[in-house]
């Protein structure tokens, strides 16, 4: 029953966040990845998702803070970032890494970091998230264990 | 790089006012002389004065000539007469002489005696009217003295009455005319003059004058006419001594000058006028006056003579005539003269007063053009100011924001996390202004540019709603959005600044709205096209009145049900809309090809709330910034009221207008259309993959019942799974959905077949029979043998206990929540129908069952340095059986696939550092042409072929456009599959490679 509850609660968490235009539909076909032959797939995914996302960020905001930009870097920063989160299906954060790339091939430093503080926001936000996510999803996975 | 941007601002800014210099420079003449002005003044005066003079010394000397010859010919007239009449009266003097020495001397004895003498003279004393008398004296010589006394019974006298001393001879007066019969017996000798004018009469023969004196008798002046008389016949050409000795006697005549010249003035006109003296100037040292006075006043200055001719050559006259009056001034000359001097003062004052009057406004201008050019490089500025201490304060503020970010992923006490949530609650509010603060700054500042992309206006409307997705279900409203079929689906322009726009009036409305909806609106402007009201009557079949039913109320037949500001909104004119869209579809193929034709589409796009509205005095300054309806709003409310000026600006700047209908405590309406071009049908279709958000194509042709009493709500839902590719139908409550089921279902099956029921939860609550027509449909469905639809309910709020209830009434566990969005939808769908499971025939698992076996037990390689991608990716294919190995680089990668490897296919990131994956790919390409040429050489042909080397290798690419397929294709890959992964797509790509070998294999 716990184990349902749980499951409910990571469904409807799941749900808003698809509500909310956070994830896309390429989370689901992540999840559908997951089967019992390899159980902890979304939670490594989004382990490796949120280490990458916070060494691209950090590298940006070391970037960003310097007087002249080096806006091919960023590009490149930025395109890593677009394609893990395209790949996970956070759908904002691709959103806010689109706006930063398009700033960034405008040589527009105003933007980008306007665009940069959209990214941090949405990434923080989607961690929260991920983390409650994982949170609840190995609470499941240890009582499915438990269970056996 | 602020320094730097300041610096050229303020660059920009004096080259402006220079601009604004340099055109002031365009003095006019007058500008340019103002300081002549006064000079140019006087010049004039000092010019017209001068005229002025001139023209009256002008008009003067004409006045004096004409003076003159009046002088001059009433003078010549004057001492013409005179002289005419002086002659006449000689002549008759000369007859009297003929008479005289014919009836005296050639008659003897003498027939005239003094009395024959003094009649005849007195009856013809009208022929002599300048005479005063005439008298004859004989010639006595003084041997004949004593006979001539004795004769005569007298002595002969002098002048002076005394008896005459002796003399050489005498001229006594012996015949005389009565008037001056006082001098009979008088020797004329005694008088010098006399005696002088006898000598000289009786020498020359002819009459002579004396020069003038006081007549004997009269104190006039006076000259006296002598004539001599000959006794007998004098020869031919006498000389002095034949006359003097011929000489009778004299006949002499003293004419009264001064009378005479009177009487003949007081004949003439203009007597007064002049004055007249004779002279007789024989002498012509010292002028004797015959008539006239000798110093009398007159005009001197202005004199002329006249020569007369009395007929005595020794003597000579002359006439003076003067004006009596000195010349009058000329008035006409003087104040036509003054008048003119006059007008031209006036007409040179106001000359130079209309030139002081220019010079002044004109300073004025450049005075206020001055001003106007400071006060606009003030207020740009100011705009950069603004700006610069924008992005200024911005740089801490994130670093704020950031920090509270990572404070609340700590561990922090309740009040701890209390404290920090409403700090950074705070420091985003700031953000938000300051970012408000910074657009308006710059646009004002004329630095905000638009941008020309294409984008999809639908995915970007719904990213808006899902962004106040939770703010409209926390207050439960109803939010939604409905793009009309004809917009385009992608157009050119600025999403950014449209999704501003829409954010800012959807975020306005959910601010202000507790009740009711909000609904966007989005159709292509045109001139609507008149439909006929029965065609609208026909569209309406009987919904609205149930609606109105059930509630009892006041329904209006909005989204929500509550009245919205703008009528225009409301369901009758949206109903319209929609059918007019439908007919026209139906002769789409022209309509598309003239909307190809035209190359921009203007957008109606309307924002409607049912809030408060905004009250009607304070309409007018909406759009004014920082100007919010009133202040209690702002406490209300919060909020600067920066938003929607920002907007009209950006709407302005987009080529559109913004405007709104508002009702007080009704709700407000914005509405504004926007220009944004059309995308060019060739490159659409690329475009449209890369840019848009994909929504899953699986729901195709699957069929829907919609069951809402709310036609405008049921016509959203309808837009969002059309969008799907849905075939959709619309029902007003559940039971006629369900009858619709089931006829369907029994009599015409092949009509529709409803795939998904979906309800929105009003409708479903508000039937008390709702449950029961829903088991029923299930019954029926069931005993039909038919499958079972998916109910799917829709809610903008649900409680667990509805859910519940909705579950046992057979709904589908997914609740769609609203707003509803097409990708949110999908994904719901999705859902519902992967747990139904009923659902055969959908690609999905087939496409996975079959990728299975294309994969099974394959060995790939996967190249890409993005990590996140890396193991998505390896997941995936490991899903479907594959062996999988990764590779971080086309270094890596190139290692790995030194030759002979055992990989079957390659999956390849394009972008990645160092070596991309083109590159990475020439060169694998270009070993196994080095390999396999080698091979060719040891082996022959025989079992070359099969074995030659070639790697499939597929391209992972996030935008699939197709220059990037082309060369893919170049560089020696096989195909490519977009990133993320999606099945279908990998089943494809897959496919193509490895029909044949799974086929062997099995």
Redesign the interface.
């Known amino acids: 029953m716990a184990i349902a509850a749980l499951k409910t609660q990571h469904r409807n968490l799941v749900q808003t966040m698809f509500d909310e235009g956070m994830l896309d539909n390429q989370f689901n076909q992540l999840q559908d990845l997951q089967d019992s032959s390899n159980p902890n797939f979304v939670d490594e995914v989004i382990t490796l998702f949120c280490n990458d996302a916070e060494r691209i960020i950090t590298e940006l905001t070391r970037h960003l803070s310097y007087q002249n930009v080096d806006f091919s870097k960023l590009d490149s920063y930025v395109h890593q970032l677009k394609g893990s989160s395209s790949s996970i299906g956070a759908h904002r954060l691709k959103l806010a890494c689109v706006n930063l790339r398009q700033a960034s091939d405008g040589w527009n430093k105003e933007e980008c970091v306007e665009a940069f503080y959209s990214i941090r926001r949405e990434y923080c936000h989607l961690r929260t998230k991920f983390q409650v996510m994982m949170q609840i999803q190995r609470r499941i996975v240890s009582l499915e264990n438990n269970q056996q | 790089?602020g320094l730097k941007l300041k610096q050229s601002y303020h660059h920009s800014v004096t080259v402006k006012v220079n601009e604004q210099m340099g055109t002031k420079r365009g003095y006019t003449f007058i500008q340019a002389n103002r300081a002549w002005l006064p000079k140019f003044l006087l010049l004039w005066v000092m010019v017209m004065a001068f005229l002025s003079t001139w023209i009256y010394k002008k008009m003067d000397a004409d006045n004096k000539v004409r003076r003159k010859e009046v002088l001059s010919s009433m003078c010549d007239q004057r001492a013409r007469m005179l002289q005419d009449q002086f002659s006449v009266s000689v002549n008759h003097v000369h007859a009297l002489a003929i008479l005289v020495s014919t009836f005296h001397y050639y008659k003897d004895p003498s027939a005239i005696d003094q009395e024959t003498f003094a009649e005849y003279t007195a009856r013809t004393a009208f022929e002599r009217p300048l005479l005063s008398g005439v008298a004859y004296a004989e010639r006595v010589k003084h041997s004949e003295r004593e006979k001539f006394e004795r004769q005569h019974g007298w002595t002969i006298k002098t002048m002076k009455r005394e008896p005459s001393p002796i003399r050489d001879e005498y001229a006594p007066v012996i015949f005389s005319q009565e008037t001056v019969s006082y001098i009979e017996s008088l020797d004329m000798m005694s008088g010098e003059e006399d005696q002088e004018n006898i000598l000289r009469a009786r020498a020359t023969g002819k009459a002579v004058l004396t020069s003038p004196f006081r007549l004997l008798g009269s104190h006039h002046l006076g000259v006296v006419l002598t004539f001599p008389v000959y006794k007998s016949k004098l020869p031919p050409k006498p000389t002095v001594e034949e006359r003097i000795e011929a000489t009778a006697g004299y006949l002499g005549g003293a004419f009264d000058v001064e009378s005479l010249v009177e009487n003949l003035l007081g004949q003439l006109a203009g007597n007064q006028a002049i004055l007249v003296n004779v002279y007789d100037v024989t002498n012509s040292s010292d002028h004797l006056i015959m008539y006239g006075h000798q110093n009398q006043d007159g005009d001197l200055a202005l004199l002329h003579e006249s020569k007369l001719d009395f007929g005595d050559p020794f003597r000579k006259h002359q006439m003076i005539c003067r004006y009596h009056q000195k010349a009058p001034t000329s008035w006409t000359a003087l104040t036509t003269a003054f008048l003119f001097f006059v007008i031209c003062l006036l007409v040179g004052y106001i000359l130079y007063g209309a030139a002081i009057h220019i010079v002044k406004v004109e300073d004025d201008f450049h005075g206020m053009q001055e001003l106007m050019v400071r006060a606009e490089a003030a207020d740009v500025a100011k705009s950069q100011f603004l700006a610069t201490v924008s992005?200024e304060i911005?740089?801490p503020m994130?670093g704020i924001?950031?920090m509270l970010?990572l404070l609340l992923?700590t561990d922090l006490s309740s009040t701890q996390r209390d404290y920090a949530q409403t700090a950074q609650v705070c420091g985003k509010a700031l953000?938000t202004l300051i970012?408000e603060v910074l657009d308006r700054a710059k646009i004002e500042a004329g630095k905000l540019e638009l941008?020309t992309?294409p984008f999809d206006l639908r995915s970007i409307l719904?990213?808006v709603l899902?962004?106040f997705?939770?703010k409209s279900r926390n207050k439960g409203l109803e939010l939604a959005v409905f793009v009309s079929d004809k917009v385009p689906e992608m157009v050119m322009g600025d999403p950014?600044r449209f999704r501003q726009i829409i954010t800012n009036l959807v975020g306005n409305s959910v601010k202000f709205t507790e009740r009711g909806h909000i609904f966007v609106k989005v159709h292509v402007a045109e001139n609507p096209k008149p439909i006929d009201d029965a065609k609208a009557e026909s569209c309406l079949d009987g919904g609205s009145d149930e609606a109105a039913l059930i509630s009892g109320g006041r329904q209006f037949n909005t989204l929500s049900g509550y009245e919205a500001a703008d009528e225009r909104n409301s369901w009758d004119s949206f109903q319209l809309l929609v059918t007019a869209e439908a007919l026209q579809n139906d002769a789409s193929e022209k309509m598309t090809v003239a909307d190809e034709a035209s190359r921009s589409v203007t957008l109606m796009v309307s924002v409607e709330d049912t809030g408060i509205g905004i009250p009607l005095i304070a309409q007018d300054r909406v759009f004014t910034p920082f100007m919010q309806a009133d202040s209690s709003t702002s406490r209300n409310y919060g909020g600067t009221g920066i938003g929607l000026s920002i907007t009209k600006c950006l709407v302005e700047l987009m080529g559109g207008h913004i405007s709104f209908i508002s009702r007080p405590q009704v709700g407000s309406t914005f509405s504004f259309t926007t220009v944004f071009g059309r995308l060019k049908k060739a490159s659409r279709s690329d475009m449209k993959k890369s840019n848009a958000?994909?929504l899953?194509s699986g729901f195709r042709g699957l069929k829907a019942i919609v069951v809402d009493g709310k036609p405008v709500r049921a016509a959203v839902t309808r837009y969002h799974l059309k969008r799907l590719g849905m075939l959709v139908e619309i029902a007003n409550n559940v039971k006629i959905a369900a009858s619709a089921c089931g006829k369907n279902g029994s009599s015409c099956g092949s009509k529709i077949q409803p795939d998904i029921v979906l309800v929105e939860k009003d409708s479903w609550l508000s039937g008390e029979y709702s449950c029961l027509s829903l088991r029923m449909l299930d019954r029926k469905q069931n005993g039909d043998l038919f499958k079972l639809p998916n109910m799917i309910l829709l809610a903008t709020n649900i409680t667990n206990a509805e859910l519940e209830k909705a579950k046992a009434a057979g709904f589908a566990d997914?609740t769609i929540?609203k707003p509803l969005?097409a990708?949110?939808v999908?994904?719901?769908l999705?859902?519902v129908l992967e747990t139904g499971k009923s659902q055969p025939g959908k690609g999905m698992p087939n496409g996975s069952s079959v990728l299975g076996s294309l994969l099974c037990g394959k060995r790939i390689l996967v190249v890409?340095?993005?990590?996140?991608?890396r193991?998505?990716?390896a997941?995936?294919l490991?899903?479907f059986g594959a062996a999988v190995e990764c590779a971080a680089s086309g270094k890596a990668a190139l290692k790995l696939l030194q030759l002979p490897h055992s990989f079957d296919a390659c999956f390849m990131?394009i972008?990645m550092?160092e070596m991309d994956g083109f590159e990475a790919t020439r060169r694998i390409r270009m070993l196994e042409s080095q390999a396999n040429e080698e091979m060719n050489g040891d082996t022959e042909k025989g079992s070359g072929r099969k074995d030659e080397w070639h790697l499939p290798i597929l391209a992972m690419t996030?935008d699939v456009i197709h220059a990037t397929y082309d060369e893919c294709l170049k560089c020696g890959m096989d195909g490519y599959v977009s990133?993320?992964?999606?099945?279908e797509n990998l089943y494809q790509a897959v496919a193509k490679f490895f029909k044949t070998k799974p086929i062997s294999d099995s």
Do not use: W, Y
């Open positions: 790089m992005h911005r740089t994130n924001l950031g970010a992923d953000i970012n941008e992309v719904d990213d899902s962004l997705s939770e950014g958000e994909d899953p997914t929540m969005r990708s949110m999908a994904a719901c999705q859902q890409d340095d993005n990590m996140v991608n193991r998505v990716a997941g995936a490991k899903k990131d972008q550092p996030a990133k993320p992964f999606e099945e």
